[in-house]
């Protein structure tokens, strides 16, 4: 089904090492040995379950892979299937939160409809005339994901070994239902008297068809994806496919039971599943709840099968027909001959990981390399000591305001902002002072992507994956940017950081987030009176970025924790009075401001 996955620890994102690890497991592993080059690797599709901390140590594991095999082809499928956080109509012009839609048990789905296609094609068998393409594999996860829809109900929370047992805000009373639940023990969207299962079902399926069209994953609300409520998602005659997933601790009694009260309430609206599939395929340990998913593959087949291609049009069922030899898929029709050892199989992953782990970096011809390389600081306007400078003065700023940035993240959030960008700081000045980030005998390059390992390793949280992602994808863009022009050059390189950066997080300007202040830091609207020498445009960069964090005092949080926190009371006095800014935002004004002092040595 998988040529490789990776989990983390309960309900926490694997790390992007381990993340990088996995991906190259599946781009390199078992292929031949070549004496003279390195082996060209396989091209590689990662499916994503869209939740913060997934999607940004995905995001910055595949950056660092691309820097490390400019030629590999890597793309990723993000699963947003929860309807139960979409947008919805409001009696004010205000924009809604953006909160979802999570990655529920259909990633399940796209897991094994995407891995048959790369596997055999797009009937499900191997054949010379229908070989899967990387194009089209990314295409079908898009189109699938597009027309997914998943929502989760239960009668409690599992309890996570080794954790204190639930607190009294966590136990659902007897009698109620909790509605709209992820996958990682996080309440409900609400809960509700549970009548019947009759109605819980029914509930469950109207929000599935209330859903509507026109918005595709996690973008419902950009790049003009508009949530169309009045628009039905399922049209008498489409095709659909079935999933009840069990989170755990339903028995197969009471699943079977359900499965019946869902089909009975689908044929009330004409709906037939032509696939139906019930099992613990993606549980939250043993909590007493499901899932119900439904793939509309009439929409699927449109956007997949263009009807003037030559190719050979792609059959999703087919897909989901064709067999596995994942061992927990209902219908596996393969297993080892031989019982394996644990110790046997851990071995062998060792072995194959450091054979991958030795693969040399980059096989690129020898006219690309010496373009990576020519790279230098002088290239890019500065000499390595105005470098070291502003990136010590840089640390320094931060490491003044953590206190502010703490006052500012405790409104919002969990107060820890101030402490992150301190330790990021504070490890970055340890690098310098001990040699292992070397400004005067590294290249730009190399010393980017040393500082977004060290921002990695040390800072955590969003604000950490972050800055790792943005630092990974500015060292890639620099190896490759024109050295013709420097200011240019380096323009360039920003811009095309911030965009791999936006690739991974839906935060734009606007969103009261540390987006607002890196869209000008990236890409700033010099004015044809600021002249074009290097203090007078660093002096601009540091106003306009100091600016786009002040402006963040009168935004409205639409991402993030700060969406959810309790505004009311006491606190929202104290927030209206005070009106802080995004904490993020003002600690990377901060820092800009600190490196400009810095270079200019003031």
Partial sequence: MLTASVSGDIFASPSAKQILSTILFAAFAGLPPHPSEPPRPRDVLVIINNYTGDRLNFGLAIERARALHPNLNIASVLNADDVSLLPHATNDSQEQPIVGPRGLAGNILVCKILGSYTTFGAKGVSTESQRPTFVRAKRLGDAL?????????????????GRNAHSGTEIIEPGFVELGLGLHNEPGVRRASLSSSTWLVSEMIRMIRASGSGWVGSEVNRNGAVLDPTEKWIRPGDATILFLNNLGGISQLELGATLETVRNELATHGVFPVRIYSAPFMTSLNAPGFSISLVNVTRVHALVNDQTSEDEPIDILALLDAPTDAYSWVGARHWFPVPRRITDEELEAEETLQAVSHIPAG????????????????????????????IRGACNALLEVESELTKFDTAFG????????????????????????????SRPAACLEGIGELVEETMGGTI?????????????????????????????????????LSTHTPARPGDRTIIDALVPLCAPEVPQIVSRSKHELLEYTARVVKQAAESTRHMRPRFGRAVYVDRGGENEDFVAREEFPDPGAWGLAALVDGFVRGVQGT
């Fill in 145 to 161: 994901v597009a027309n997914l829809r998943s929502v989760g109900a239960a009668l409690g929370h599992c309890h996570v070994p």
């Fill in 363 to 390: 096989a690129l011809s020898s006219g690309i390399q010496v373009a990576l390389t020519s790279q230098t600081w002088e290239a890019l306007g500065f000499t390595p000591l105005e470098v070291e400078r502003g």
């Fill in 414 to 441: 969990d107060g820890d902002c101030g402490e992150t960008f301190s330790r990021g700081a504070r490890s970055i000045l340890s690098g310098l002072d001990t040699g292992m980030l070397n400004v005067h005998t």
């Fill in 464 to 500: 950490g994956a972050l800055f790792s992602i943005f630092f990974a994808a500015w060292s890639t863009a620099t190896r490759t940017a024109p050295s013709m022009d420097p200011a240019l050059a380096q323009e360039t390189a920003l811009r095309k950081a911030l965009t791999a």
